[in-house]
């Protein structure tokens, strides 16, 4: 029985890396397109969360859920055209700065806005509930979001390994001088990729806005866990993004099994140990622009 | 033109000379003096240095706890302040116990404020505490609840207006008991992991063990922990009868919402809950028995009064953080009036002596001389079905008053065999 109790934390550990993974995969993008270790991205996420409570009150819930990524990834146009921009080619430790400055700017614009006290989100009633398969419970509303993520990392994996579009940017990642002299310009298809990042976040904010507490600092919460799935996957790599969320979220739920207290400290000492024996992450390839 | 130039030159010429002399004169009276500026300060204002957690997992809760302190200073120096002297108090974020400290330490060396006040997280108050101490000032850990705070780590120089973790059991243990939900029940708990939750464990199995009730299992919880599904996993494992929550904070919003979520069948209790995290749960999510120490709805003229006020500044409804800053503000300029000073010895001379505060409910309130607790009533309070509830205001309902009437206060708090307080 302990074993089979082990394995249900295993399991969803899977399902939690899941939504670890949406919030992780925009930040590795804009961090591996624009260079721009992206402080912000935690904003965006609570943005994705605060809209969702506001625009639910007019559609209800799914249409929220669906409306407010696109909301915020306008934003993210603003975002990418105004601020990041400048710091393609800057020292990454400026980029660093604005955008820590950032997250400090929108989480005190949010506590204007909507007030500092939480905000009040229930999941319908028809989300609740678990379903028991086998031995494992599931929460429904996780299952719903695990496949969102599916369908969400499908699209992307056809968006960059089977268009042109996903073309240019892999290229642009590599080797940006040479996409240049090619006649292309980059900067559309940065605009394009920091909106699909934060519109990503902002999912993520609105799909667990009913299942944690909407908050002006909700942001910053979650930022280091996608940072450290980040850094654990390894620069550059979608798969290695999707190994680590997957790995963070079981070894996790695993060390909860065992001693419960040490839960949030475990994904710590997992990044330090993949760091140790391997500096780039798990799949990180080397980029140019960062070999210095 | 020319000549205008000369005198714009001439008159620059006597400003900096005019500065250069008050500079010189400024430092010379400073020399003299010593500390001019602290001198000055205790004759006209009352500077008071209060720190409370604004940002974390009891943010929320401090964002009351500076509306309702600042709203009593407001009021007390419209009507004159105290012994003719304005009421000034410094709000700071304490973040974190080390932070506390710090801050704590500046306060009353640097930015001479006669005492301290504040808190909610019963480890920052500790480290206050200590400063407090060592500087043999006053200080009133106005949120915290850790019983610790009361008995092993109380202080001549501390006092403590919130009820203590042993009187949240109590109060909610009486409901409970009468429910039949204790005697013969097999309870899981979920404990935050930091002295106040180590506390409210220690108390809760107290009581468990006075009523016949199995522990199956207790987990304790990092403050930051967002995501409970892997304990959700191991209640379920565990299947208890009853599943009791010993969280803080944000903690316990989170809690409820998964909760709800995972839809499992086990009734909830909690010892511990500040009432917006309740409304922050929202209808629907929260259920069971529940203690607090103020609610908004409490019937009496005077908390009615606050509410109504509080109201109409802040555009929300004062939580049990924003009443309890209130009424510790108005005990504090209670004591100043009435020993007509603002001086640390006079005032816990004063605190000790069982005088009588109006904290506006049914019974004044009074502080114990041997272990500085704020004695006062308690309730528990249960939440209405979702069909019921008109919106998140309306979802709770406030209990009887524990104790009842007729009994002393005192029957719920903690005796001296039970406390190690030795002042």
Not at chain 2, 132 to 153: E, H, I, Q, Y
Not at chain 2, 334 to 351: D, G, W
């Amino acid at each position: 029985m302990q074993f089979v109790f082990l394995l249900e934390q295993v399991v969803n550990g899977l399902v939690l890396g899941g939504y670890y993974l949406l919030i992780a995969l925009g930040l590795s993008l804009i961090f591996s397109v624009g260079g721009v270790v992206n402080l912000a991205h935690g904003a965006f996420y609570a943005l994705g969360a605060y809209a969702a409570v506001t625009v639910s009150k007019y559609t209800g819930f799914v249409p929220a859920v669906v409306i407010s990524p696109f909301i915020v990834a306008c934003l993210g146009i603003l975002f990418e055209r105004f601020i990041l921009r400048r710091f393609y080619r800057e020292d990454p430790i400026l980029g660093l700065l604005v955008t820590f400055g950032l997250a400090m700017v929108a989480e005190q614009a949010i506590r204007m806005a909507w007030g500092s006290a939480p905000l009040i989100f229930n999941l319908p009633q028809s989300f609740r509930g678990s379903i028991i398969l086998g031995d494992f419970l599931f929460s429904r509303f996780r299952l719903m979001l695990l496949a969102v993520v599916a369908v969400m990392l499908c699209g992307l994996w056809l968006l960059l390994n089977k268009s042109a579009f996903g073309r240019v940017v892999r290229a642009g990642v590599q080797q940006p001088d040479m996409v240049a002299v090619l006649g292309i310009r980059l900067q559309p298809y940065m605009t394009a990729v920091v909106m699909l990042g934060v519109g990503l976040a902002a999912l993520g904010g609105a799909l667990f806005a009913p299942i944690t507490v909407v908050h002006p600092a909700m942001g910053s919460d979650i930022l280091i866990v996608a940072f450290v799935v980040v850094v654990i996957g390894g620069l550059g790599s979608l798969p290695g993004v999707i190994l680590a969320a997957m790995l963070v979220g079981i070894v996790r739920g695993v060390t909860i099994h065992f001693s419960p207290a040490a839960g949030e400290a475990s994904i710590y000492i997992l990044m330090f140990l993949v760091l140790l024996v391997r500096p780039r992450g798990l799949l990180g390839e080397p980029i140019e622009k960062f070999e210095k | 033109m020319k000549n205008h130039g000369t005198r714009l030159a001439d008159l620059t010429g006597l400003m900096n000379r005019r500065s250069a002399l008050k500079l010189g004169a400024g430092v010379a009276a400073s020399a003299a003096i010593g500390f001019p500026y602290v001198a000055r300060a205790q004759s006209d204002v009352i500077r008071i240095g209060h720190l409370t957690p604004m940002t974390g997992f009891l943010g929320v809760l401090g964002k009351y706890a500076v509306q309702g302190i600042q709203m009593a200073a407001e009021e007390i120096n419209a009507a004159g302040g105290v012994n003719g002297r304005k009421i000034e108090v410094k709000s700071e974020d304490s973040i974190n116990p080390e932070n506390a400290t710090t801050k704590a330490q500046r306060m009353l060396e640097r930015d001479g404020v006669d005492f301290l006040m504040g808190e909610i997280s019963s480890a920052s108050a500790l480290a206050i505490s200590q400063v407090a101490t060592r500087n043999k000032r006053l200080f009133m850990a106005l949120g915290p609840r850790s019983d610790v705070l009361r008995s092993a780590s109380c202080s001549k120089y501390m006092f403590c207006t919130d009820i203590p973790n042993t009187v949240m059991v109590n109060a909610v243990g009486s409901a409970l008991k009468r429910d039949g939900m204790v005697e013969g029940k097999k309870f899981f708990t979920l404990t935050a992991d930091y002295v106040f939750g180590h506390d409210l464990l220690t108390a809760a199995k107290a009581f468990f063990a006075k009523n016949n009730a199995t522990l199956l299992g207790d987990e304790l919880i990092a403050t930051d922990v967002t995501d409970f599904s892997p304990f959700l996993l191991k209640v379920r494992q565990a299947k208890p009868d009853v599943v009791c929550l010993n969280l803080a904070g944000n903690q316990v919003t989170n809690f409820v919402k998964q909760y709800a979520e995972f839809d499992l069948p086990y009734p909830t209790v909690g010892f511990n809950l500040n009432t917006a995290d309740a409304w922050a749960a929202g209808v629907g999510n929260l259920s069971g028995t529940w203690p607090t120490v103020w609610y908004d709805t409490l019937d009496t003229p005077a908390s009615k009064a606050f509410v109504k006020a509080f109201t109409a500044k802040y555009n929300r409804i004062p939580e049990n953080h924003a009443w309890i800053e209130y009424i510790a503000l108005k005990i504090m300029a209670q004591a100043m009036t009435e020993t007509k000073s603002a001086e640390t010895p006079a005032l816990i001379k004063y605190l000790e002596s069982g005088a009588e505060f109006d904290i506006l409910k049914a019974r004044k309130a009074y502080f114990r001389s041997w272990d500085h607790q704020l004695i006062q009533e308690a309730y528990p309070f249960s939440v209405k079905p979702a069909s019921q509830a008109k919106d998140v205001h309306d979802m709770i309902v406030l209990g009887q008053v524990v104790p009842s009437p007729s009994e002393s206060m005192e029957v719920i708090f903690p005796t001296k065999e039970q406390n190690a307080c030795k002042l």
